[in-house]
C-alpha cells in the first residue's frame, strides 16, 4: 500500500494579494533545486493517527510553530511516487526567518553506507499564486486552485 502523507497550506492576504507559504526539503538532493521543488510541509501519517492530527504535527516538526487553528479540508492528491497526499489549509502568517526544522539522517551519497544528518526543510517562502504555480511540486498544484475555492467559499 502506498505511504499515505498529510500536510498544511498555509495563507495570508486576500483575493489577488494571497500568498501561499512553500517549503523546499534539505539536503544535497535537493540543495540546487527550485522549480518543482517546493511544496507544503508534510509528512507520513502515523499508524492510528487521524490526517488532520498528522498534518498538524508534521507542519509543527518541519517550521518550528503551532498551528492551532481552524483547519479546511483540500481533498487528497497523488504524487508521482504513488504516495497520496491529505491536504489542509489555515490562514496563518509566520516569519520564514524563523523556520527550525527537525532533522532527519539519510544515506548520502546514495548506496555509500553513509549517514548524514540534514535538515527536513531548508527554507520556507510565501509566494503569490502564480509564483507558487511555477515552482511547486507539479502534483502538488491543484492544491492552490482547490486553496482559491476554499477561500472564496466555494467547496475544495
Known amino acids: ?3 499515505r502523507s498529510a500536510g498544511i497550506l498555509l495563507f495570508r492576504g486576500e483575493g489577488l494579494h494571497t500568498e501561499v507559504l512553500l517549503v523546499r526539503p ?6 540546487n533545486k527550485d522549480v518543482g521543488a517546493w511544496q507544503i510541509p508534510k509528512g507520513l501519517v502515523e499508524p492510528g493517527e487521524s490526517e488532520e492530527c498528522a498534518a498538524r504535527r508534521e ?3 518541519e517550521l518550528g510553530i503551532d498551528v492551532a487553528g481552524e483547519l479546511v479540508s483540500l481533498g487528497t492528491i497523488r504524487q508521482a511516487g504513488g504516495k497520496t497526499v491529505a491536504a489542509f489549509a489555515t490562514r496563518l502568517d509566520f516569519d520564514p526567518s524563523k523556520l527550525v526544522s527537525n532533522t532527519v539522517e539519510i544515506v548520502w551519497p546514495p548506496r555509500s553506507g ?8 531548508e527554507e520556507a ?5 502564480d509564483a507558487a504555480r511555477a515552482l511547486i511540486l507539479p502534483s502538488q498544484a491543484p492544491l492552490l486552485d482547490r486553496l482559491i475555492g476554499a477561500v472564496d ?3 475544495p
Not at 553513509?114 to 526543510?121: G, K, L
Not at 517562502?125 to 499564486?129: E, F, M, Q
Open 1 to 3: 500500500m502506498p505511504a
Open 26 to 31: 534539505g539536503g544535497p538532493f535537493w540543495r
Open 59 to 61: 507542519t509543527s516538526e
Open 114 to 121: 553513509r549517514t548524514i544528518e540534514i535538515p527536513e526543510i
Open 125 to 129: 517562502r510565501w509566494l503569490s499564486l
Open 153 to 155: 467559499g466555494r467547496a
